[in-house]
């Protein structure tokens, strides 16, 4: 079955009107202030000129189509790319693309316009039959086009960004509430686990250990150590990253295969909570620890700017849970919230592996 050629172009519109709409809109605006402002100035040059050789209805036609055409590439193909430092190649090829066939469609329409009688064009500077004053013109509307449209795409930038912000505000407290209705008293919770600790202790070192290290997990987990941007120390992740394999160790009788390496070059950068630990607890969860042959690869790296987090396990035969690509659903999401578009998640998911490699900017 043929597929319908405008389907595209109408998904397009469909999908960028109230764009459009609000491009047209401005464009309709400016149009109107340049023609009242040149109106006033010299009526007679100002019919002529906004009549041209194709009537004022067409030429006003004509300016909205070149004018929201301009807006729109210029604001979400160069300038947000470019803002959000994506694609920024790509956004400056097509910058100089666009400008080389812009500039050759106003230089044929320059062509057949009515040109000024010569006594009038020898009053200027610059002769208004010149190319000089062809491309003058054109360059200071060229500014101008760019000044405005980089001004519209501060305005969407801090749009998105302000949005993500109550997003990201919103899922947390969400978060929290559901922790409150779900959770025993963590007072309670904590008093408890060191009164079973200091029981313990007297009779079975390595249990109390446990008992502790549990104690620490939880106390973690309650998110009481992030700071007001949601962030936390990095070795404190590090930090509740090791104890859940050491956790999960002792649960094993120590018989699990984990291969673990880090090397943190600053040891004061902030990072988002329970990200490190959620791969690690996916790959316990999905993965088969016990194959001596295949360890469960935990690599972290960083440097002052830059974290990078690899993790692979091999997939285990037996009763399977929720697949491994569940929760990375959640966690892109969550990256998205924080970081915007500043991060990479390659996943590599074959027959008798998974593996997550992660990379996201620090705070200082």
């Not at 998904?11 to 809109?25: E, P, T």
């Not at 002792?250 to 018989?255: E, F, I, L, T």
């Amino acid at each position: 079955m043929l597929k319908n050629p405008l389907g595209p172009i109408v998904h397009f519109f469909k999908r960028n009107h109230r764009r459009l709409s609000i491009l047209a809109l401005l464009s309709m605006l400016l149009y109107a202030a340049l023609f009242v402002t040149t109106y006033i100035a010299n009526p007679e040059k100002t019919m002529q000129d906004f009549g041209g050789r194709f009537g004022f209805a067409t030429n006003t036609i004509l300016f909205l189509v070149d004018s929201v055409t301009t807006y729109y590439i210029l604001v979400f193909q160069i300038l947000l790319p470019l803002l959000r430092r994506q694609r920024k190649r790509r956004a400056l090829a097509v910058a100089l693309a666009f400008y080389i066939v812009k500039l050759g469609i106003h230089y044929w329409v320059w062509t057949i316009e009515p040109r000024p009688e010569s006594d009038v064009a020898s009053k200027t500077f610059v002769p208004e039959d010149s190319v000089y004053w062809f491309l003058i013109w054109n360059g200071i509307f060229y500014v101008f086009d760019i000044i405005l449209s980089l001004s519209m795409a501060f305005v969407v930038e801090w749009n998105r960004k302000s949005k993500q912000q109550i997003i990201l505000e919103k899922q947390k407290a969400e978060a929290e509430l559901s922790a409150l209705k779900h959770q025993i008293n963590p007072h309670f919770l904590f008093n408890s686990l060191s009164f079973i600790y200091g029981k313990v202790l007297k009779f079975d070192g390595e249990t109390a250990d446990s008992v502790l290290i549990l104690a620490n997990i939880m106390r973690y987990a309650l998110g009481k150590n992030a700071d007001a941007n949601g962030l936390v120390n990095i070795m404190e992740e590090v930090k509740h990253l090791e104890n859940v394999i050491e956790i999960n160790q002792r649960r094993h009788n120590h018989r699990l295969h984990i291969q673990y390496e880090e090397n943190i070059s600053n040891l004061s950068v902030s990072i988002m909570p329970l990200l490190l630990i959620t791969l690690v607890e996916n790959a316990f969860k999905h993965g088969d620890p016990h194959d001596k042959a295949h360890p469960i690869l935990i690599h972290l790296y960083t440097n002052d700017h830059i974290l990078t987090f690899y993790i692979k396990n091999k997939k285990s035969t037996g009763v399977k849970e929720l697949s491994n690509g569940i929760g990375l659903k959640n966690i892109k999401k969550q990256l998205q919230l924080m970081y915007g578009d500043n991060f990479t998640m390659q996943v590599e998911d074959i027959a008798s592996t998974f593996a997550v490699r992660l990379k996201i900017p620090l705070h200082p």
